[in-house]
C-alpha cells in the first residue's frame, strides 16, 4: 500500500559563520506498510521518526528518495496534485492544543474537511460531526465547545475525530498519547485501538514508548539518529532484538536486561562516517568505525543494521 | 506494582525531620477569590530518606516543591502553617536570609537542565561560581573532578571546559547535579529530573539517583509522575490528586497494597501496559477543573465506589489500621 525507498530528509541550518550545515533527519529509510497494519516507529528524540512520518505526508522535504503510495509516487506533489491521496492519508499530532484554531469552534473544526472533501451534503454536517464525536466516546453537545475550553485527552479525541472525519486509508499517528497522563493515555489507546478493530485502516504509530508501541502495533521499526537500525514483527523484536540500541532500549522496560551502553559525553557528531551507534556501543569494533551498516536480513521479515552477527555466529 | 527489594542503606535514618511542611496552601490569585491549587499538604522528611512525590500532571507536586523553595510565581499565594528546616521555622524568614539557605542546604534539581545552566558560559564557569557561592576555597578543579566521579563523570578537564550546549542532556543533568552536591545540601528536591531524557540516559540516571541516595546524608524529596521510577528510588510515597496527598505511606508496602481508590486505579492503567492486557484499565473522567472543584472527595467525580457521604464533605487523612502506624489514607472507606 505505501512504500518509501531511500527516504533522505535534509534540513541546512544556517551555521555561525553564515556556512550552510546539511543535517539528514533521516537517511535512506526504506520500509513498506500494508493495508490494515499498525507500522510502530520507535526511537529516542532526535531518531527521526517524526520527521519520516511528515515526510510520507508531504510535511516534511523530501531530498532523495522516493514515497509510493498504491503504485503512485507521491513525493513532492502539490496539494492540488495530490488530490484524493490528500483524504486518504492523515495525522494526529502529538500536542493537541496547538494543532486546532484557537478561535474556532469543534464543529467547525470537523466541518471544515468534510466540507472541503464534500464527503457529506450540507445539510448533514451536523448529524455527521455528532456521529464523529460519538465514534470517539464524547457527547455530542462538545460540538460547541472550543479547544482551550477541553482538557487534553478531550481534545486528543477531537483530534481523532478530525483524522476519522475524512474516511482515510491511513493515519500517521506523532506520539499521540505522549503528553496524555497515564489515565488518560489507556483511555485514548483503548479507543484506537477499537478504532483500528472496526476500520482496519493502516496505521504508522511513532512513540517512543515501548511499551505502548507493543500494545498497538504489528511491527515495530527501530530509528537511530536518522537511520531505520532494526525493523521486524513486534514479537520478534521484543524476543530477540539484534541491534545493540534495540537492546539498550528493551533494558528501559526489561530491568533483567543488563545495560552495555556508553554514556554519551557530547552531542552526537555529524562528520563520524561510522556506524551511528559506535559512541554508545557496548559491542563496537574497529571495522564500525568505517561506515554505517546496511539493513540486513536476520529472519523472513526481520531486517537489522549491525554486523555484529557475523562475529557471533547465532 | 511491587518495590524491589532495595539495597541497604550506609547511613543511618534519623528520626528528627529535617524538613517539614505542615498544612501547606497555594493558590492562584484570582480578582473574585483565589483558586486552590494545593490544599492543605503535610510533609516530613528524614536525613538519608527518599520521599516521593506521585501524581500526574495538574495534581500540584511541582508547586508544592516550588512553594516549599520559595520559587511559585508572583500569581501564587502561598501559605502554611510552617515550613521547618533542622527544626527552625523558615517560612517567616525575609528573603535574603531565605536566598542563603537555597542553593545551598535547600538545593533543587529541574526537569530541563538545559535551562537551569547559563548558555553563554562554560561548565568550569557554573562550578567557580557555586563553590564561590558555598565558601568553599581551595583548588576548585580537584573539587570538580571529585564531583564529577560522583555523578559517573570521569572525563572532568574535557567536561570543564565544555559548554552547556555541547553536552548531550544526560550528561547535562549530570553535570548539574554535580553542581547541587557541592554545597552539600541536606535536602534535595528533585522536579522530575528524567523526564526530558531519552529512555536508555533516563535509566542510567535512575541508577545514579540511587547511588546517591545511599551515598549521601541528605535528604530527597523526589517529584515524579513515573510510578516505576518512585517504586525504584523511593522510601516513602505521598500520592498526590488535584492538589492534595490522597494517600501516604512506606513505598514497598504502598505499592504492594494500594488502598486509596485513585491510587488503586492509578497503578492498575500504569501496570496494564506490562502485564500486556489486551484491553487497559482506565480511570474515566478527568481531573476536576481549576475553579470547579467539588465541594466533597476531590476524586468523588470518577470514582467507582463513590457513596452519598463522598459529596457531602472532605475527607481527611486518617491512619490505616494496619498495625503498622505508617500509612494514612484520605479516604471514607478508611476512616
Redesign the interface.
Known amino acids: 500500500m505505501l512504500s518509501l525507498e531511500d527516504v533522505t530528509v535534509t534540513f541546512e541550518p544556517v551555521g555561525a559563520v553564515g556556512r550552510k550545515c546539511p543535517f539528514h533527519a533521516v537517511d535512506g529509510v526504506s520500509l513498506t506498510l500494508d493495508d490494515g497494519e499498525i507500522l510502530g516507529l520507535v526511537g529516542?528524540?532526535g531518531s527521526g521518526k517524526t520527521t519520516l512520518g511528515r515526510s510520507i505526508l508531504g510535511l516534511a522535504p523530501v531530498s532523495a528518495g522516493r514515497v509510493v503510495y498504491r503504485g503512485r509516487d507521491i513525493t513532492g506533489l502539490s496539494h492540488a496534485a495530490l488530490g484524493e491521496t490528500r483524504r486518504e492519508l492523515q495525522m494526529v499530532f502529538q500536542d493537541p492544543l496547538s494543532s486546532f484554531n484557537p478561535r474556532h469552534s469543534i464543529r467547525r473544526a470537523l466541518a471544515t474537511p468534510l466540507r472541503i472533501h464534500k464527503l457529506v451534503p450540507p445539510g448533514e454536517i451536523d448529524a455527521a460531526i455528532a456521529d464523529l464525536l460519538t465514534q470517539v466516546g464524547l457527547p455530542a453537545s462538545f460540538k460547541d465547545a472550543f479547544p482551550h475550553e477541553m482538557?487534553g485527552?478531550?481534545l486528543q479525541r477531537v483530534a481523532i475525530a478530525r483524522a476519522l472525519a475524512l474516511q482515510p486509508s491511513m493515519i500517521v499517528a506523532d506520539e499521540a498519547v505522549s503528553k496524555l497522563?497515564?489515565?488518560?493515555?489507556?483511555?485514548i489507546?483503548?479507543l484506537l485501538?477499537a478504532i483500528h478493530a472496526k476500520s482496519r485502516m493502516a496505521m504508522i504509530f511513532i512513540t517512543?514508548d515501548?511499551?505502548?508501541a507493543?500494545?498497538l502495533c504489528d511491527r515495530i521499526g527501530v530509528m537511530y539518529f536518522g537511520k531505520l537500525v532494526e525493523i521486524g514483527p513486534t514479537e520478534d523484536i521484543f524476543a530477540t532484538p539484534c541491534h545493540p540500541y534495540t537492546e539498550?532500549?528493551l533494558?528501559?522496560?526489561d530491568?533483567g536486561r543488563a545495560?552495555e551502553?556508553r554514556?554519551?559525553?557530547?552531542?552526537p557528531d555529524l562528520s563520524f562516517p561510522g556506524c551511528r551507534y559506535y559512541e554508545r556501543c557496548g559491542f563496537r569494533r574497529d571495522a564500525c568505525r568505517e561506515a554505517h551498516p546496511a539493513l540486513g536480513t536476520h529472519a523472513p521479515g526481520h531486517q537489522v543494521a549491525c554486523i555484529r552477527d557475523t562475529f557471533q555466529p547465532a | 506494582m511491587s518495590a524491589?527489594p532495595k539495597a541497604a542503606l550506609d547511613k543511618p535514618v534519623l528520626d528528627k525531620p529535617v524538613l517539614e511542611v505542615r498544612k501547606l496552601r497555594v493558590a492562584l490569585r484570582q480578582g473574585g477569590g483565589d483558586l486552590p491549587i494545593v490544599e492543605g499538604v503535610d510533609l516530613a522528611v528524614r536525613r538519608g530518606e527518599v520521599l516521593g512525590i506521585l501524581g500526574?500532571?495538574?495534581s500540584g507536586k511541582t508547586v508544592t516543591g516550588s512553594a516549599v523553595l520559595r520559587l511559585t510565581p508572583a500569581s501564587m499565594r502561598v501559605s502554611a502553617e510552617g515550613i521547618f528546616f533542622d527544626g527552625t521555622r523558615i517560612d517567616t524568614l525575609d528573603d535574603a536570609a531565605f536566598r542563603d539557605l537555597r542553593g545551598k542546604r535547600l538545593a533543587m534539581i529541574f526537569q530541563n537542565p538545559t535551562a537551569s545552566f547559563n548558555p553563554a558560559k562554560s561548565i568550569g564557569w557554573h562550578f567557580r561560581w557555586m563553590l564561590k557561592r558555598c565558601g568553599i576555597g581551595g583548588p576548585w578543579r580537584e573539587r570538580a573532578r571529585e564531583l564529577f566521579a560522583k555523578v559517573?563523570?570521569s572525563?572532568s578537564q574535557?567536561?570543564l571546559r565544555?559548554y552547556p550546549h555541547?553536552?548531550?542532556g544526560?550528561?547535562l543533568q549530570r553535570a548539574l547535579i554535580a553542581l547541587v552536591l557541592a554545597g552539600e545540601p541536606a535536602v534535595i528536591i528533585a522536579d522530575e529530573p528524567t523526564t526530558n531524557l531519552?529512555?536508555?540516559?533516563?535509566?542510567?540516571v535512575i541508577?545514579l539517583f540511587d547511588t546517591l541516595r545511599r551515598t549521601t546524608s541528605a535528604a530527597f524529596i523526589f517529584i515524579t509522575?513515573d510510578?516505576g521510577i518512585a517504586a525504584t528510588l523511593c522510601d516513602r510515597i505521598a500520592v498526590m490528586y488535584a492538589g492534595e496527598i490522597v494517600e501516604e505511606g512506606p513505598a514497598a508496602a504502598l505499592f504492594s497494597a494500594p488502598k486509596h481508590p485513585y491510587t488503586k486505579?492509578?497503578f492498575a492503567?500504569?501496570t496494564?501496559?506490562?502485564r500486556?492486557d489486551a484491553?487497559?484499565?482506565?480511570?474515566?473522567g478527568?481531573?476536576p477543573?481549576l475553579g470547579a472543584r467539588p465541594a466533597g472527595c476531590l476524586f468523588e467525580p470518577r470514582c467507582t465506589l463513590a457513596r452519598a457521604q463522598c459529596r457531602r464533605a472532605r475527607p481527611a487523612m486518617s491512619s490505616l489500621v494496619d498495625g503498622s502506624g505508617q500509612r494514612s489514607v484520605r479516604c471514607v472507606l478508611y476512616a
Open positions: 529516542e528524540s482538557s485527552g478531550q497522563d497515564v489515565s488518560v493515555r489507556a483511555q489507546l483503548n485501538k517512543h515501548l511499551h505502548v507493543r500494545f539498550a532500549l533494558g528501559t522496560i530491568k545495560d551502553t554514556p554519551a559525553l557530547r552531542r | 524491589e500526574e500532571s495538574g559517573g563523570i572525563e574535557a567536561m565544555l555541547q553536552l548531550s544526560g550528561m531519552d529512555n536508555i540516559v533516563e535509566r542510567q541508577a509522575h510510578i486505579g492509578l492503567t500504569a496494564a501496559l506490562e500486556r484491553v487497559l484499565s482506565e480511570i474515566p478527568e481531573l477543573a
